[in-house]
Structures are given as structure tokens and as C-alpha cells.
Nanobody, 120 residues
């Protein structure tokens, strides 16, 4: 019954920006630790950014200084602001809600994925 609905993906030129949103619905207890993952063609799924219930964040080294994860607890929505996008950011991005803080282990609820393509 818990749903994570993603939006904001699309095609953008290098150096451009996108803002991904992930709205959580179906349970008032489902908006826990949030994360954004991505999977590029031929590569494993990787953690991009994570934010705890209290707002503490961490990022993959490849996106530090360019991406910002945030959350609006009232709206039960997580965001990923992506600036200065690079072609290597091209991937399907997945939103995740979990209780566990071990992001190497798949758990919790997942969005359907949204395509981000960075190309000129």
C-alpha cells in the first residue's frame, strides 16, 4: 500500500539542472530514511544521496558539491536537486524509503525509477 511516486526526470544538456521529487503515500509511517539511487546501463545500482529522518545527509563522492538531497516532512516528499549535470550522471534514478541505514542492502520501498539523460 506504500507508494513512492517520482517525477522530474528528463533530458538536459551538460551543465544544466534537474530537480527530482519523490512523494510518499499510503502510510503515515513510511517516510523514513530516504535515499536516491541510480543505475546506468551496464553498471550496478549505486547510492547517490541519502537523508535521515532528522535531515542528516551523505553523498556519493561523484556528486558532492553538485547534488543536494532534501526532504519536506509535512509533504512527505524527498527531493534531489541536481546541478552542473554531466553525461556520466545519465541513469535511471530510484527513490527509496527505508528504516535501515545500511544502504548496501536493498530494503524498504522503492519508486518506479525515472530516467535522467544528460546529453548535448
Amino acid at each position: 500500500q506504500v507508494q513512492l511516486v517520482e517525477s522530474g526526470g528528463g533530458l538536459v544538456q551538460p551543465g544544466g539542472s534537474l530537480r527530482l521529487s519523490c512523494a510518499v503515500s499510503g502510510s503515515i509511517f513510511s517516510f523514513n530514511n530516504m535515499g536516491w539511487f541510480r543505475q546506468a546501463p551496464g553498471k550496478q545500482r549505486e547510492l547517490v544521496a541519502a537523508i535521515t529522518r532528522g535531515g542528516y545527509t551523505n553523498y556519493a563522492d561523484s556528486v558532492k558539491g553538485r547534488f543536494t538531497i532534501s526532504r519536506d516532512n509535512a509533504k512527505k516528499t524527498a527531493y534531489l536537486q541536481m546541478n552542473n549535470l554531466k553525461p556520466e550522471d545519465t541513469a535511471v534514478y530510484y527513490c527509496n524509503s527505508r528504516i535501515s541505514s545500511d544502504y548496501a542492502v536493498p530494503s524498504g520501498f522503492w519508486g518506479q525509477g525515472t530516467q535522467v539523460t544528460v546529453s548535448s
